[in-house]
C-alpha cells in the first residue's frame, strides 16, 4: 500500500521586503493558486503584505480573509493590557482558518518579510500546524531590504549581530548594544527617542542609520544624527553596521 503524502492545507508564505521583485518563485506560485488569501491587517486597512501581492493578484474580495487585529501599536514586553485580548484574537482567527481547511479549503497567509522572522503567522502555526498539513515559505527578510538599500553590510568576519526589538527597557538595550559587533533594532515606532538615548550611552549613535520603508514606494534612508524628528513608522529600523575584519 502506498501512503500518499497528506496534501498541505495551511501555507505561510514570506513575501520578502517589500518590493515584489523580491518575492521567491514558490510564494508567487503559491498566492497564484491558494483557494483563499489570508491577511493580517489593521481595522478598515488593507495589510502591508495584501499590499505587496497586489503586483501578482489584484484585489478579489471572494478569495480574500482579512484578519484584523482589535490592538496594533507595539506594546511594551509582557503587556497584559495588549497580550490578552490579541490571544483571543489568534484563537478565533485560527479557528476561522481551521473551518475553511476542514472544507478542504488551501490557504496561502502572506507574511511580510520572513513569516518565521518576528511574523504574526507564527501565533496561526503554533495553533494549527498540528492539526493540518502545513508548509512555511520562507522570505527576504525586512532587515536584508534595509541593509542592501542602505548599501551597509552588515556583518564582516566574526562581528556577531544582535536583533533587537525597540520595545526592550532602555537599560537592556543599552547592556546588549555594548556587547555587540553590529545591531539591527526593530519596532521603532514611539521607541525612537529611547532607541537613539540608549545608541548615545553605548557610544553607537555615529554609526546608526535609519530606515524607513525598506525597498516600499516611499523609502528613507539616512544617518540616525541626520534626522531632525524622532518620528518613525511601523516599517522601519536602525542599523547598526559591524566594523569587523575587512580583507
Ligand atoms: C513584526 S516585525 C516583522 C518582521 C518580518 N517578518 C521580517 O521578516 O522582516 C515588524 C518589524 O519589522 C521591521 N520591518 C519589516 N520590514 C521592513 C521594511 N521593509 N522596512 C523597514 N522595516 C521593516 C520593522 O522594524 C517592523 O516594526
Do not use: C, Q
Given at each position: 500500500m502506498t501512503i500518499e503524502p497528506a496534501k498541505i492545507l495551511l501555507f505561510g508564505?514570506?513575501?520578502?521586503?517589500?518590493?515584489?521583485?523580491?518575492?521567491?518563485?514558490?510564494?508567487?506560485?503559491?498566492?497564484?493558486?491558494?483557494?483563499r488569501l489570508v491577511h493580517f491587517c489593521k481595522r478598515g486597512r488593507r495589510g502591508n503584505a495584501r499590499v505587496t501581492a497586489d503586483a501578482i493578484?489584484?484585489?478579489?474580495?471572494?478569495?480574500?480573509?482579512?484578519?484584523?487585529?482589535p490592538v496594533t501599536t507595539e506594546a511594551a514586553v509582557g503587556d497584559e493590557a495588549y497580550d490578552g485580548p490579541i490571544a483571543a484574537f489568534y484563537d478565533a482567527a485560527a479557528e476561522r482558518l481551521a473551518?475553511?481547511?476542514?472544507?478542504?479549503?488551501?490557504?496561502a497567509v502572506l507574511c511580510d518579510g520572513d513569516p518565521f522572522f518576528y511574523?504574526?503567522?507564527?501565533?496561526?502555526?503554533?495553533?494549527?500546524?498540528?492539526?493540518?498539513?502545513?508548509?512555511?515559505?520562507?522570505?527576504?527578510?525586512?532587515?536584508?531590504?534595509?541593509?542592501?538599500?542602505?548599501?551597509?553590510?552588515?556583518?564582516?568576519?566574526?562581528?556577531?549581530?544582535?536583533?533587537?526589538?525597540?520595545?526592550?527597557?532602555?537599560?537592556?538595550?543599552?547592556?546588549?548594544?555594548?556587547?555587540t559587533d553590529a545591531a539591527v533594532i526593530m519596532k521603532l515606532g514611539r521607541n525612537l527617542p529611547k532607541v537613539r538615548r540608549a545608541l548615545k550611552i553605548a557610544g553607537l549613535v555615529h554609526r546608526a542609520i535609519y530606515v524607513e520603508r525598506a525597498t516600499m514606494a516611499g523609502q528613507v534612508v539616512s544617518r540616525l544624527d541626520d534626522k531632525p524628528d524622532d518620528e518613525a513608522p511601523y516599517f522601519s529600523m536602525?542599523?547598526?553596521?559591524?566594523?569587523?575584519?575587512?580583507l
Open positions: 508564505v514570506g513575501l520578502g521586503p517589500g518590493d515584489p521583485d523580491y518575492m521567491t518563485v514558490r510564494a508567487r506560485d503559491l498566492i497564484l493558486k491558494a483557494d493578484v489584484p484585489p478579489d474580495p471572494a478569495r480574500e480573509i482579512e484578519l484584523a487585529f473551518a475553511e481547511m476542514a472544507a478542504g479549503r488551501t490557504l511574523g504574526s503567522f507564527m501565533h496561526l502555526w503554533r495553533r494549527l500546524a498540528h492539526r493540518f498539513p502545513t508548509e512555511v515559505v520562507p522570505g527576504v527578510t525586512g532587515m536584508a531590504g534595509a541593509w542592501t538599500r542602505a548599501n551597509a553590510p552588515i556583518t564582516w568576519g566574526d562581528d556577531v549581530l544582535s536583533v533587537l526589538p525597540g520595545t526592550l527597557p532602555e537599560a537592556e538595550l543599552v547592556r546588549r548594544l555594548v556587547d536602525v542599523l547598526v553596521p559591524g566594523e569587523g575584519r575587512r
